[in-house]
């Protein structure tokens, strides 16, 4: 009974008029969700408003259509046309979040430069100190094997002397 | 049908055809009763509908009314300058005044100022000089006289 007095209120033509305040787009919308015969009688509503509007309406010139669709294809084309010039940055972006799982060396082709993940600058310190240690061990045994041969060579100078 | 015109491009123009088929005759009428001159409605409606069906994908995920309301606002809002506060209470009627003939002087001038130009029940009230729950009256009594003349 009381939602038939809310359905007669004029409340859900303010609401389809669209000068609804915001306190009643909600009373509105919790009405729609909660009384299914003020959900059906609101639909009735709103598809009788466009019924009206039907019967007002005007019968365009033709050619139209011809000119919304030529003006959203240029829309269309401007789009793709900003997508392609931020695509190679988005892949770059995109590219960086997954650094850290994939592990690999990106190149640009057209770029003289080189981007690395950074998970490569450990590895190339490592390679770096490595190299150090075996540089100077190389040296110290290189050294260690000169002195040892010059020990033997003396060894052999003072072994003939004693056989003589 | 709007997502499959934003992301489909082979289903487009038969989703824009079909909408302009539907849609555009109502809207033309509906600009026509803002704006009062053919030609200019031409423009905006070729104007409207297009920003309509670019923007649409964020309209239709936030809508709570059917296509034609939505649509109907959308237009209303891209209308500002026709449908600013000063503007002129009693416009002259549309080119195609469809049931409007059944209304009184007072309804019409009601119906019109709220339907074509978005006046707020407190705006007419102050304007007209007489209760809000008389105009909210009136609105509903107009609505009622032309859905019962479409056998509702």
Redesign the interface.
Known sequence: MEINKIIESGLMETYVMGIATKEEVQQVLSLKKEYPAFKEALEQLEYDMEVLAQSMSIEPPAGTLSKIEHEINEIQRRNQAVQTTFEPKYRHEKSEQESSQEKYIQVESESNQMRVNKAWKWIFIAVFVLGKIFLAGAIYFYLENRQAKEQIKELKIELKQKIR | MFKAVSNN?SA??KD??WF?DQY???L???I??IVQN?QK??EH??AI??SF??DVVILQEKS???I??EL??YA?SKLTLFTAKDHQLKPAP???????DLLDDLQKQIFCA??YH????SYLAAAIGCDESEI??Q??LS?DK??RK?G?
């Open positions: 491009p487009e123009p824009i055809r302009y555009a005759p109502m033309l009428g509906y026509n009763g053919h409605s031409e409606l070729v509908l297009t069906v670019k709570r009314l059917n034609w309301l109907r606002q209303q549309p080119l195609n005044k469809g049931r409007l709220i339907y978005g006046k707020s029940i909210r009256n609105l509903k609505i032309m859905r479409s509702n």
